[in-house]
């Protein structure tokens, strides 16, 4: 349709308006400016009671959103390595239960998430949770580690480790302590509170020639 | 869904609940309809943080789940309702709306009800009685009554409803059948249920309670949700009803016009006609019911001060106006006459498209623009003739009007081959094409304009934590009483170039704001022109 013929030209661009010898715009070359200059400037924006009060109420409205429990920040990132001091620093609350409690005759069965209990009692054996495997298997172990420290340590600590093992129970992550409670030797001092100064002065080792500080 | 309107939704997403929700969101509103176990795995979160997220979209009614493709005994299926993810936009006005019309307390009722999503009447009532007894000076408090009785009123004029009710009940108290979960694809509308207006019967007595400093903020968010004592309306949640308050919008905007183009008293009677027709007129009707004039005449409030013959010019007044606000449609009863809803919308529509094109291109191009829109299909010449402008310049303003899509070309040939030599090239402006543009325009500056206040917000962001710290230690300070010295000490602290850095943040985020909300405005007048629009075809 554009015209086969050899010297024709079908289109004439005397009809969309562009006279001959007309000099059309020059082509651009380059993509258009990030912030091409306006010929035009924009209006005002409308200011007032209404405008001030609507403004505010937004900016209100949007803090009150950030404290609300419908905000959901994601869970902490993991870290490199395990620290001495996560276990007295306070981390966010990254169990998965919903902070607010929602009318579930409302909601899908299957968006529950089962709460956590706050004491986990090593002595009631089936709990009815909607299985996780590896929470099952925690709780074995649990049970299996003491009764294994109870005959090693015939229950000289007993009571120590009681009051140990619940505040480390109710954390979410299990494994940390569980290494903790495999190193400790046998003693009266309860171990989560001793530092052995590993941490302190590891360079000693290398380049003497260093002025330290 | 176009980007534009999927990239806002996720913005708006992020601004409330935070990015958990932002990703499960836009994920599922791309994929349209998906089961639990597809979204966690497509997102590649834990599958708790879908399900939380799920449980927060749902209870603030922007997704909703149903039966899916395999029928009721396969996995639930959701889906996002993205008009209600735009709704966010426009909370602050509902806010304001409720305020001027029902005072503090309908102001402080529709907050709640928009930041919690869904509310039952007695944990409404009992939360804005606290807050309001807390702005009280000391020794009052707000009694439950008003707030009730505030919350009927709310009720009865249609602007809180019902939620529906869910089909599968999986509980014994409401003693519902138990019938399958609706196909999602079709979403129960509140209206449909016939309870949706009906005030439960509540006993609830007392007043609001003055917070004590002492008390623990987790205090009282446990009480808040926890209400444990059953007031007897167990099961009934409100939500904040959307349409009625569009509907509200509209007439404002109509009586806005006719005020602008006519005058006062013509406002007055527009403003009465639609008060008359509120609950008789469906939603999206193209005109309200036929009101004669006498009843408009005893329906008129008496501070208007407007006598029976000067109604009866001002009606002629409006009918003949060309941009027929008001249509009359027979003589009985002193005539009758309808408000022309969808007329008086497509002429506000026409209107914002034509400032807009005036305060891009020049008045010039909107003599044109106009005049295209008046008169459909012109050729070049034509245009030129018309509009009064020499050729050249007038060309140069029709390709940038082109070059924008606001103005198309229709090629009318004579012969059967569309030689170019021997068809007809005219221009057109098509209004219901445009204002979609234009809305799609507007959902993309609303983007950048989060984005621009993200961007601000994130490059000062060091500065405002050091602010806010330094209100926290003031605030400290002056509650244990420490002298001046101290506190002028602590304010040091920022020293004056970063207080002015401060002042220009927070000029800069306050424009960025307001300028949402105002192009907020313009998205409701063309969504209501094309649903409008729509609705009559």
Same mark, same amino acid.
């Given at each position: 349709m554009a015209g086969r013929g050899r010297g024709h030209r079908t289109f004439s661009v005397e009809i969309v308006?562009? @006279?001959?010898g007309e000099s059309l715009p020059p082509s651009s070359v380059? %993509?258009? %400016?990030?912030f091409p200059p306006l010929d035009q400037k924009p209006v005002p924006l409308q200011t007032g009671e209404e405008a001030e009060y609507m403004l505010a109420l937004k900016q209100e409205f949007r803090g009150a959103m950030k404290t609300l429990p419908f905000y959901i920040r994601p869970a902490a990132p993991k870290k490199d390595v395990e620290r001495y001091s996560d276990k007295y620093q306070k981390i966010e609350?990254?169990?998965?239960?919903?902070e607010w409690k929602p009318d579930?005759?409302?909601? %899908?069965?299957?968006?529950r998430v089962r709460e956590k209990r706050?004491?986990?009692? %090593?002595?009631?054996?089936?709990?009815?949770?909607?299985?996780k495997q590896p929470r099952v298997n925690k709780e074995e172990i649990i049970r299996k580690l003491e009764t294994l420290e109870q005959k090693e340590e015939e229950g000289s600590s007993d009571e120590e480790e009681g009051q140990k093992k619940k505040p480390e129970e109710?954390?979410?992550?299990?494994e940390e302590e569980y290494d903790e409670e495999e190193f400790e030797?046998?003693?009266?001092?309860?171990?989560?509170?001793?530092?052995?100064?590993?941490?302190?002065? @590891?360079?000693?080792?290398?380049?003497?020639d260093e002025a330290v500080y | 869904m176009t980007a534009q309107e999927v990239r806002l939704c996720g913005l708006l997403l992020q601004e409330h609940f935070g990015n958990v929700v932002e990703k499960v969101g836009t994920h599922l509103i791309r994929s349209g309809v998906l089961n639990l176990r597809a979204l966690a795995h497509e997102t590649k979160l834990p599958l708790d943080l879908v399900k939380k997220s799920l449980c927060v979209l749902v209870q603030h009614g922007m997704c909703t789940f149903g039966a899916g493709?395999?029928?009721?005994?396969g996995p639930v299926e959701y889906r996002i309702n993205c008009e209600h993810v735009f709704h966010m936009l426009r909370y602050p006005r509902y806010i304001y709306t409720a305020k001027s019309l029902y005072g503090d307390t309908g102001e402080l009722i529709v907050e709640e009800i928009l930041q919690r999503g869904q509310m039952t009447m007695s944990s409404t009532v009992k939360t804005v009685a606290d807050r309001l007894t807390h702005n009280m000076p000391e020794g009052q408090s707000m009694d439950y009554s008003e707030v009730v009785s505030v919350f009927s009123q709310l009720v009865e004029t249609h602007f809180l409803q019902r939620c529906p009710p869910l089909?599968?009940?999986?509980?014994?108290?409401?003693?519902?059948?138990?019938? $399958?979960? $609706?196909?999602?694809?079709q979403p129960t509308e509140p209206?449909?249920? $016939?309870?949706?207006?009906k005030l439960p019967y509540i006993n609830l007595t007392g007043q609001g309670k003055r917070r004590r400093s002492s008390e623990d903020g987790e205090a009282d968010q446990l009480r808040y949700y926890d209400c !444990? !004592?059953?007031?007897?309306?167990?099961?009934i949640y409100w939500q904040v009803n959307f349409q009625r308050f569009h509907l509200h919008f509209r007439d404002q905007a109509i009586i806005s016009a006719v005020s602008c183009k006519l005058d006062q008293s013509s406002s007055e009677i527009v403003r009465t006609m639609l008060r008359m027709s509120e609950v008789t007129t469906?939603?999206?009707?193209?005109f309200t019911q036929a009101l004669s004039a006498n009843e408009i005449f005893r329906a008129l409030?008496?501070?208007?001060?407007?006598?029976r013959p000067i109604l009866d010019q001002y009606l002629s007044l409006l009918v003949d106006?060309?941009?027929?606000?008001v249509g009359k449609t027979g003589d009985s009863g002193g005539g009758m006459y309808v408000v022309n809803l969808h007329r008086a919308l497509a002429n506000l529509a026409r209107a914002t498209l034509e400032s807009v094109v005036q305060e891009r291109f020049g008045s010039r191009s909107a003599r044109i623009f106009r005049l295209l829109l008046r008169k459909r299909h012109l050729e070049q010449k034509q245009v030129e003739d018309f509009a009064m402008i020499p050729a050249k310049e007038a060309k140069d303003m029709l390709y940038k009007l082109l070059s924008e899509n606001l103005v198309q070309l229709q090629e009318i040939p004579k012969?059967?081959?569309?030689a170019p030599s021997r068809t007809f090239y005219l221009y057109t402006v098509n209004q219901l094409p445009t204002a979609r543009l234009l809305l799609q325009n507007c959902y993309k500056t609303v983007g950048n304009l989060i984005e621009r206040r993200l961007y601000e917000t994130k490059e000062n962001k060091r500065l405002l934590e050091k602010s806010q710290r330094i209100e926290a230690i003031l605030a400290s300070l002056q509650a244990t009483g420490a002298e001046a010295a101290q506190l002028t000490e602590v304010e040091e602290m920022i020293t004056v170039p970063e207080r002015q850095q401060l002042e220009s943040l927070r000029h800069h985020i306050n424009k960025l704001d307001s300028s949402e909300n105002q192009v907020d405005e313009t998205i409701f007048l063309l969504k209501s022109y094309i649903n409008s629009t729509q609705a009559s075809h």
């Open positions: 308006g562009i @006279g001959k380059q %993509p258009t %400016p990030l609350t990254s169990d998965n239960s919903l579930w005759r409302r909601f %899908p069965k299957e968006l706050p004491l986990r009692d %090593p002595e009631k054996s089936k709990v009815p949770k909607q299985t109710e954390e979410a992550e299990g030797d046998e003693t009266d001092y309860i171990m989560s509170y001793f530092d052995n100064g590993e941490e302190f002065g @590891g360079d000693s080792d290398e380049n003497i | 493709r395999r029928g009721p005994a089909a599968s009940a999986g509980s014994s108290s409401s003693g519902a059948v138990d019938t $399958p979960l $609706p196909v999602a694809t209206e449909n249920h $016939p309870d949706c207006y !444990d !004592d059953d007031c007897g309306d167990d099961g469906p939603a999206h009707a193209a409030l008496s501070s208007y001060n407007i006598a106006d060309p941009m027929e606000f012969t059967p081959d569309y």
